[in-house]
């Protein structure tokens, strides 16, 4: 079994080594490995810089407070943080949107960190949803979640949208209509009007 994994903004085991001789002194350096360690286990510049996004140190992982969506909100309050938002639209939308988070997104990838919401994986959640569903409920699902990526990108949650690198949706294409030709035509009505049941129908 693995390890569990470091809340976001903390650091593992520090690993200490002398500093080389012409080398300028930095954050996380010391005179002893104990100070050291102290030294860069204190939040300062150098492990900011290296948070990929999201929270600030002293924040709690996943807080939603003054509406703040981070790296580590699960994606079912993301989820009900955009619908909240929606404005000016109307009921049949409205609930088109409540039935594909409810029906598609929610059950799928509600239970992931905004985090986890990768290119790949949303990208096989919707040909997933194409091929049970149909292409039709997977466009409108993924509208969804770039709404809700979106969001989390707007507060710093995600550096960008995955759901606009995932694939195509391909519709199948529907042939286009044919019209009889002159024979085509003569011959239907012979037969029609061969037929004894055609006939009483008229």
Wanted: hydrophobic share 30%; charged share 25%.
């Amino acid at each position: 079994m693995g390890r569990p994994g470091l809340a976001l903004g903390t650091a593992g085991k520090i690993r200490c080594t002398p500093r080389r001789p012409g080398i300028a002194p930095s954050p996380g350096t010391g005179t002893t490995t104990a100070g050291a360690a102290r030294s860069n286990d204190t939040p300062g510049p150098r492990l900011p810089r290296r948070q990929r996004c999201g929270w600030p140190f002293g924040t709690v992982p996943g807080s939603t407070s003054a509406g703040t969506i981070t790296r580590d909100t699960p994606v079912n309050v993301l989820a009900e943080a955009w619908y909240a938002s929606l404005k000016n639209l109307s009921p049949t939308t409205l609930q088109a949107y409540r039935n594909r988070l409810d029906q598609q997104v929610l059950p799928g990838l509600g239970n992931l960190r905004v985090r986890e919401l990768s290119v790949g994986t949303i990208d096989r959640h919707l040909r997933l949803i194409a091929d049970k569903h149909g292409p039709a409920v997977a466009k409108m699902t993924k509208s969804v979640l770039s709404g809700l990526c979106g969001l989390a990108a707007r507060h710093d949650a995600l550096e960008r949208n995955p759901v606009r690198d995932t694939g195509r949706i391909e519709t199948s294409t529907k042939k286009a209509p044919k019209a009889l030709t002159a024979e085509e035509s003569r011959t239907l009505l012979t037969r029609l009007d061969a037929d004894e049941r055609c006939s009483r129908r008229r």
